[in-house]
């Protein structure tokens, strides 16, 4: 395949941010099919709009997802990405891997595939872009065989689901996100593979309410770590931050003022939960609702409680179709724990999945599904009991749909009697 | 052995899943997770975690981009292999992050990492500019409205030392999606950038019979805008088809994702609209949407000038103006979007009021309100 010019893309290889197109003609050295992929998107560089026809349906026999199907508009003048399908490789937990392993993904896809890769898609799968559809049995045999390892998901169905670092290496991490994720991944292979819902459902893990996952905005089932008891406070290392023996927020900005607990803690705690008395910090733990600022603020003195677990949080989504939605709380605790296997959060899934597979319309989200149906008749279906932790206010407008049952005598009145005593 | 085209279900294995997580621990991390007790920056891109049993975790984190080749990953294979006893994990926002036991193995792995051109750039840790998380763009998607990985690299060039660095009031997340199915949180971003078209889909009548479900195409619009229609094929044989109301349309895409007939992308209509002030952390303020302040600028590759000033514009007034660990949103919260408006210099537009579903929500129902220009 012959070198394209590409004028406009040449001007992507200054600058100090590492250059995708320098990347591409290195790559292009031992895979040439790379030069149709700088033709082509050189071509829409000038053009200013998309090359790649609508949609393809390809895949694997036996799974309805993994693969995404991509046809080039213009396969005549870059044969090398007529095909340009994409291969999303299922991650491992929070996306740690050998160099071994690495370089096994890289032989393969320099066997079957372009060369070319995104670490990683936003849903959290190792995706490898664009392949041709004779190679897709090949390449998957390979992949499950010689590397043991499977696809992720795409369409209607499980997607890959995905976690943060946790407690591997992070000392927030209230629940084990990486054990938990695969799990549930390994549990739900069939679901993953083989689209069988409304639309897609994501899982995702945060160990804590950073929510490093960005779990609350885009997850239909959102896992949040989080704990009961008090915040464990080490005063010693409080007054190390006070005489400024330790960087505030763990350091995170080389120019910040001089620590100010007042300032920098108790004014920006949301709550007015927290207050210094002589030397040492006391917080009103029954009033904490563990937003972590000031466990981001003193790493070293601030921990979170023993006690830990995860808040539920269900129906996050992007704005396609009926706007953006963030998760709402669900279970405000449940334990996470490998020793029952999930059990408890495997129930709540199920039953979600239960009723949505039911009553969720083609394409709707679950939020969406939730916001059609209302509240009310979600935490009836999943069998909870309505608490305040549900809503940020209480309804405001006065329109209750009482049922037949819950007032006295009913709905059925007879009118003639009625009018005995009002006349019309 | 190996994959017989004869008989693909032959010794086929299916449904194993990802590997394992913990064979890719480096042994600080298998010895010590559960454990850590506190972290710190050392320096910007360089983190160190500490365990209760004294170990320590240096994190040396590593700007890429998105795309990437097998060369790329066999260079990170090789710094992993020579420096990290060959482990290292990627991020959310496509870092790579190497771990070592010590803090003598930190400096020699900078410097390996500096010999190597601009390929690997050291930082995205604290009050800096996030790798910008993005979508693919022109590279391979089949409805977006603008670049992913251009416009990307065009605004990290231009803000690169915020990434480099941490000196900003708190972190800002970035995000691009390339259309408004926006694949990952761009919708909660500090900054987002986000592809939009604006011109209704041209309806193929040559194409249509043989792609699309005329119901389906018609239930896809959120506005009932496409309705169904006769119209003459260029065989000049009436056919069933769509008609779209312009008037009702609001360039969602949602008809084309549905119906390869009904392309709407233009070189003209479609661009970008920046928005701001989103978060996912539950620290201090609630995770909260991005609210749109520009809603458009036009496609102007390779360099994207006028996406580039606009998010360099928002960051340095920003960077200026707010208090030390306020994030962008909280900022404009505090200070009113009036002077959000004001400080910026951006035009407050009809396009800035909301005016889709449950857009009351965001009309000013009080008197609270700061005397700005824009008060004439």
Redesign the interface.
Known sequence: MPKHDTP??D??E????????T??K??AE?KPE?WD?LGQ?EL????????????GIVGV???GGGIVG?YSDSPKQFPGVAH?H?VR???????????????D??NL??KYGS??????????DLVL??TRTENL??LF??L??DL???LGGSGSNLRTP?C??G?????W?CY?T?SIC?AL??HY??EI?RPAFPYKFKFKFSGC??????????SDFSV?GTWKDDIRIDQAAVQGYIKGE??P?????????AFDMEA?VLA?C?TGCMRMKGDELQIDNKNC?????CL??M??AL?PGVQQGASILCGAK???????Q?ATLIFPFVEVSADNEYENIIEIIESIWDWWMEVGK??ERLGETMQRVGLPTFLRVMNVTPIPQHIKIPRENPYVFWTDEEVPGGFERDVREFRKKHAQ | M??D?AN??V???????????E???PQV?KDN??K???????Q?GV?V?VSETGAE?Y?VRV????????????E???I??AHAD???????R?N?EF?VDSKDKVQPLLDDLASRG????VGG???CVSNC?H??????????AT?A??VV??V??EI?DQ?T????PA?VKLAL?CC?????????SDIAILGVHRKPPMIDHDAISGLCELP?AIS?C?LGAVKPAKATNAKGEEIKSVTVNAERCMF?G?C?TMC?AM?L????G?GIAILVG?K??????N???SKMVIPFLP?T???WPETVAAVKNILDVYAADAN??ERLGEWCDRIGWEMFFEKTGIPFTMKSIDD???AYDTWRTTTNFKFTSHCK
């Open positions: 406009l893309l001007e992507l200054s600058g100090p941010w590492p250059s995708f197109v990347d591409l290195r790559q031992t790379c992929i998107l829409s560089f000038k053009d200013r709009i998309t090359h790649w026809k609508h949609g026999f036996g799974y991509r340009f994409t490789l299922n991650q491992p937990s929070s996306k740690f891997y050998s160099s071994a392993k690495l370089r993904i890289c896809w320099e060369g070319m890769t995104n670490m990683h898609g936003s849903t959290g872009l664009g049995e090949p045999y390979e499950t065989h043991k390892q499977d995905a943060c670092v407690p591997a290496r992070c000392e991490g084990d990486a695969h991944t390994m292979q069939d593979h309410p950073n929510d490093c996952v960005a779990s609350i905005a885009r949040i330790y960087k927020n763990g350091g995170a900005r080389t120019n910040s003022k920098d920006l949301p609702t563990r937003c972590m600022h981001n603020m790493p070293r921990r992007a704005p396609i179709l009926d706007g953006a963030l083609n394409r | 190996g994959y085209p693909p279900m010794d086929r294995i299916t449904d194993i899943g990802p590997p394992h997580f064979q890719f621990y991390i997770k559960g850590w007790l506190y972290h710190e920056m050392v910007p983190m975690h975790c994190t700007g890429a981009a998105r795309l990437i080749s097998i060369e790329h990953i066999r990170l294979c090789d992993s292999d060959g482990f290292m994990r990627f991020t959310t496509n790579v771990m601009n390929k690997f750039p840790t604290g009050a998380v979508t693919q763009g022109w590279i391979h998607c089949h409805t977006p670049d990985s251009g690299k065009a990290m060039d690169f990434f660095e941490m000196k900003l972190k999606a408004l199915n926006m694949c990952g949180a761009v919708h909660c389906l896809s959120p969602c949602n084309y390869p392309p992308a233009d070189p003209d479609d989103g996912v952390s539950n620290a201090k303020s995770p909260t949407f496609n590759p390779p360099r030390q660990y889709y579903r449950l």
